[in-house]
């Protein structure tokens, strides 16, 4: 596991501007600047040997600045860190040397360019050496139409998806606004209403129902239909009550996350908590709202996102 630099360099260009320079042990903020670069570094590599990955509740947020944004565009495009998804197999530059490659695993296509090499041959040409083009052209372009047209479906449904929107907390205006899916970062505090898809992998932190509890439906994922209760994580102190009790709100949140390095087991997910007066919250998949899985029963929920993107 590894703690992506450019995620680092985020999260930690915006504590300077705002806070001053952060604390990258627990996700706390140090106002004075009293730790060095290399400190920092240090502490970044430890947490990486104890094979975390560490997101800052308040510190990894996405730039508000518009000049930080449009430097940022492209490298969200191909990032971990962002949430666009990208399910087409071929690009612009791509598509006619990785679509002849996948075409001529078939046996029969090398077996026709065979045919046309021997025909090539003066001693054993049997007919007119274009005539014995005219087969294997007409299957791989065929063929080549039909991928091309598959993977512009793919294309259009990715384009759909990634320009979803969903709330996510602006700490300028301390309020929740709307944002496209593929802005999603993770470490933000993101808002969903019923019947809303979830747009990223997200830790639970408040719902509007009993006991902090919310439901879901998982048919996207795994196919069953039946709902299922997702829990807030259990609270242990008197400033984490406001997660199930009356208005949550993002900036009273000051604890960091652990939690494993991504992976494919969607039924396996733990880690803890970590507050700056050392208590730890241990959080399980109980506590996991996944990305496709839709809310349900529950007239709205706020967690932050931990996994990002595919």
């Known amino acids: 596991p590894s703690i992506n630099l450019m995620e680092y360099k985020r999260f930690e260009r915006q504590s300077l501007l705002k806070y001053g320079r952060r604390d990258s042990s627990y996700g706390s903020i140090v106002t004075e600047c009293e ?46 860190l962002s949430n666009a998804i990208r399910t087409t197999k071929y690009t612009l530059w791509t598509f006619f040397p990785k679509n002849l490659f996948e075409q001529f695993h078939r046996f029969a296509n090398w077996y026709f360019l065979l045919i046309i090499i021997l025909n090539f041959v003066p001693q054993i040409q049997a007919f007119g050496r274009e005539v014995s083009m005219v087969p294997l052209l007409f299957v791989l372009s065929v063929t080549a139409i039909k991928d ?46 019923i019947n809303e898809v979830i747009p990223a992998d997200i830790l639970l932190l408040h719902s509007t129902e009993q006991d902090g509890i919310c439901y879901i439906e998982t048919a996207n994922i795994d196919g069953e239909t039946n709902l299922k209760q997702r829990h807030v994580a259990q609270q242990e102190s008197d400033t984490l009550s406001l997660m199930s009790l009356g208005e949550f709100q993002p900036a009273v949140f000051n604890g960091a996350i652990y939690c494993e390095p991504p992976h494919s087991k969607i039924y396996d997910f733990s880690g803890y908590i970590v507050y700056p007066d050392g208590k730890r919250i241990p959080v399980n998949r109980n506590n996991l709202l996944l990305r496709g899985c839709v809310l349900r029963n529950t007239e709205a929920a706020i967690g932050i996102v931990v996994y990002a993107g595919e």
């Open 148 to 193: 091309a047209f598959e993977d512009l479906r793919r294309f259009r449904s990715d384009r759909e998806v990634n320009n979803r929107e969903v709330l996510v907390y602006d700490w300028d205006t301390e309020q929740f606004t709307s944002r496209l899916w593929r802005e999603v970062c993770v470490g933000d505090f993101v808002k969903l209403c």
């Open 35 to 80: 730790r060095t670069d290399r400190a920092i570094s240090l502490s970044l590599t430890e947490m990486v040997e104890q094979g975390y990955r560490v997101i800052s509740a308040r510190d990894v947020v996405l730039p508000q600045d518009s000049g930080f944004l449009s430097a940022l565009q492209k490298f969200w495009l191909i990032s971990p």
